[in-house]
């Protein structure tokens, strides 16, 4: 989160802007692709640019492709007593919901049919 180690800036703390950046990655991280990286440097010091880190693996959530909005199963965030804030946010896609695309013909099936096949070695194996 917000945080600068050197310089004239050093302790930086954003705490409302860190907030309002959990709350688009949750809620509108496409509308994070707009914000420039300079708002990053300016808003959450020098090394609060690796929230744009964040916002890379947000786009791999299944609502980034058409798929349902996933479940926020935790949020934290905290100042301890040093230069950095703290946040914490896992996101899970919504279980039983998620697709996955058929490359040749363009079609789709429950990830779950397709994630619960198991291959044959390992069949052979489990029933051993």
């Known amino acids: 989160m917000s945080h600068q180690l050197q310089g004239p800036r050093a302790g930086l703390i954003n705490k409302e802007w860190d907030n309002a950046f959990l709350d688009h990655l949750i809620a509108d991280p496409l509308g994070l692709t707009e914000w420039q990286h300079m708002e990053y440097v300016d808003e959450a010091g020098s090394?609060?640019?690796?929230?744009?880190?964040?916002?890379?693996?947000?786009?791999?959530?299944?609502?980034?492709?058409?798929?349902?909005?996933?479940?926020?199963?935790?949020?934290?965030?905290?100042?301890?007593?040093?230069?950095?804030?703290?946040?914490?946010l896992v996101l899970s896609n919504p279980v039983g919901k998620t697709t996955i695309a058929d490359d040749e013909v363009g079609a789709a099936e429950p990830a779950e049919s397709v994630l619960a096949t198991e291959p044959a070695e390992t069949a052979a194996v489990a029933n051993a």
């Open 47 to 88: 090394e609060g640019i690796e929230l744009v880190d964040w916002l890379i693996a947000r786009g791999a959530m299944d609502d980034q492709f058409g798929g349902e909005a996933p479940e926020m199963n935790h949020r934290f965030y905290h100042v301890p007593a040093s230069n950095t804030a703290v946040g914490h």
